[in-house]
């Protein structure tokens, strides 16, 4: 019998595809992605609740295993497009923290990490406008910008994660650029050279 490679070593498909037979092999798949989840989750509902979200998606990926592509070697555009769906129960509590944030300017998520004080004067005036913007914007132009800007998912894993055609992905992303960009008098905070690249 061949040993199995370290858990470091093997894909996400493949830890997944372990966890079938050995349970206790998803935590390995936790320990890959929770910590950039939870940031991500915390960026748009707040600290308080990322906990439960981030818990709750993997749960519901373990529960759902089974039917996890194998052919799709990176499991991030699934476990985000359950944090999505889980998020869309929060939309509401989405909204109130973005305008709490265009109204106080305080990020307590990235707040702990400015350097100087007047990048964060600066990062203040930005964010307010930024979370202005992205409460304006309906809740599927969010899932892309955020899951784009803030996730780093090429448009083919947003796609797959919203379950949603790459076409769609491009026309939601521009126009909520369009909208950001219009709210923040030109600048665009999530623009790249083009898509990400995980190469």
Do not use: C
């Not at 990322?50 to 699934?78: C, G, I, M, N």
């Amino acid at each position: 019998m061949i040993p199995e490679a370290p858990p470091d070593r093997v894909d996400d498909a493949e830890l997944i595809q372990r966890s079938r037979r050995d349970p206790e092999a998803f935590a390995d798949l936790f320990d890959r992605h929770a910590s950039a989840l939870h940031r991500y989750v915390a960026r748009r509902l707040g600290a308080s609740l990322a906990d439960d979200v981030v818990s709750d998606t993997f749960l519901a990926a373990f529960r759902k295993r089974e039917h996890y592509d194998p052919a799709q070697p990176d499991a991030r555009p699934w476990l985000y497009g359950i944090a999505a769906n889980l998020i869309g129960r929060h939309r509401r509590t989405e909204i109130r923290f973005y305008r709490a944030l265009a109204r106080t300017g305080v990020d307590e998520v990235a707040e702990p990490y400015a350097d100087r004080v007047e990048q964060r004067v600066s990062a203040q005036s930005a964010q307010r406008g930024l979370a202005k913007a992205l409460a304006g914007l309906s809740a599927g132009d969010r899932d892309v910008l955020l899951l784009v800007a803030w996730a780093d998912l090429t448009y083919e894993e947003v796609a797959r994660a919203l379950n949603i055609p790459v076409g769609t992905v491009r026309s939601r992303l521009h126009r909520a650029r369009a909208k950001t960009r219009a709210a923040l008098g030109g600048d665009d905070p999530s623009a790249t050279s083009e898509e990400p690249s995980h190469g």
